[in-house]
């Protein structure tokens, strides 16, 4: 049975409750408008823990001035029902002012920051400025509320994976941070709540972000970082090319977000993308590991 929790006492109270009795909790932190991706963590949760405990939080911090936060797709109700179909044990639905009671609203009001220095330092936390911060600022609030023992968490945004793992190293908390792969459609477009912004023109355009990431990590693969330079000038282009509006980025790092230096393993190497199409901003990564000797 799904329990709606609202409060942060409520939370606490369930989870002292499942631990007095031995249970392991696990733990999925999410925005709402949920699709397979986020289904596929609480799958992976219930797998390897004895109680699961999805949050539901659009969370006004982590968005910039400019961004989506007002339009962002809220769809509680058919969240709640996947949920019950999923059998997840608790869902975590607080008010804003539950969780920021001060009134904080962007990251430049909040008192207590979190900051990952290095690793917001590029890819997206170049382009979203402040995003990163507003993310561990509160998932580390989260994970104050909820006593878990593992969370998930997806590598469609491997850049926030591998932020939250080097916070939760750095502060020495009890958990264990859990990458998930990618949950995609059948054209290999990654699944995204803001999927929901393009139209149809848009919709069949938006899978060559994945085709095209994947074709350079293919070349990387067989070729090795010499090419890196070339590879990712090239998916720029033919992004463009192929109608995206605007090309963010294009990028290979290793799996810790270092730098592809001379003697890095290919196998240690990732290709990241963000894009804009329409109304929507899209980002997507391969690893060069899965297109080694394909
Ligand atoms: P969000 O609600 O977009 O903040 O995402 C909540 C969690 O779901 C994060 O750990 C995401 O990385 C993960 N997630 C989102 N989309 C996908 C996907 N297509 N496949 C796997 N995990 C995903």
């Not at 962002?72 to 002012?97: G, I, K, N, S, W």
């Not at 792969?181 to 139209?199: E, F, I």
């Not at 074709?215 to 890196?228: K, L, M, Q, S, T």
């Not at 894009?275 to 929507?280: I, Q, Y």
Request: glycine share 8%.
């Amino acid at each position: 049975m799904l329990r709606v929790l609202h409060t942060i006492e409520d939370v606490r109270e369930q989870t002292r409750e499942w631990r007095a009795a031995g249970s392991s909790i696990g733990c999925v932190m999410t925005m709402g408008a949920l699709h397979e991706g986020h289904l596929s963590l609480v799958d992976a949760a219930q797998r390897e823990c004895d109680k699961v405990v999805l949050t539901l939080f659009v969370n006004p911090i982590q968005f910039g001035p400019s961004e989506d936060f007002a339009r962002y797709p809220r769809t509680e109700e058919a969240d709640f029902r996947a949920l019950r179909d999923r059998e997840c044990d608790a869902v975590f639905a607080p008010a804003t002012e539950t969780i920021f009671p001060s009134g904080e609203r962007r990251i430049d009001q909040v008192r207590t920051k979190v900051v990952v220095r290095g690793l917001t330092d590029v890819l997206c936390g170049l382009q979203r400025p402040g995003h990163f911060d507003g993310v561990t600022t509160e998932v580390l609030k989260m994970l104050h509320i909820v006593d878990c023992d593992r969370t998930y968490w997806g590598e469609k945004d491997y850049q926030q994976y591998a932020v939250i793992r080097a916070m939760v190293e750095d502060q020495g908390l009890p958990v264990e941070v859990v990458p998930c792969p990618t949950v995609r459609d059948v054209d290999g477009l990654a699944l995204s709540s803001r999927n929901t912004y393009l139209d149809e023109g848009q919709r069949a355009i938006a899978p060559r972000l994945y085709a095209e990431l994947r074709r350079g990590a293919r070349r990387i693969a067989e070729h090795g970082i010499d090419v890196i330079g070339e590879t990712t000038k090239h998916i720029a282009e033919t992004l463009l090319a192929r109608g995206f509006d605007l090309v963010e980025y294009v990028e290979v790092y290793t799996g810790s977000l270092g730098p592809a230096v001379a003697g890095t393993p290919v196998e240690e190497l990732r290709v990241f993308g963000a894009v804009r199409l329409g109304g929507a901003r899209l980002i997507d990564n391969v690893a060069v590991a899965y297109e080694v000797g394909r």
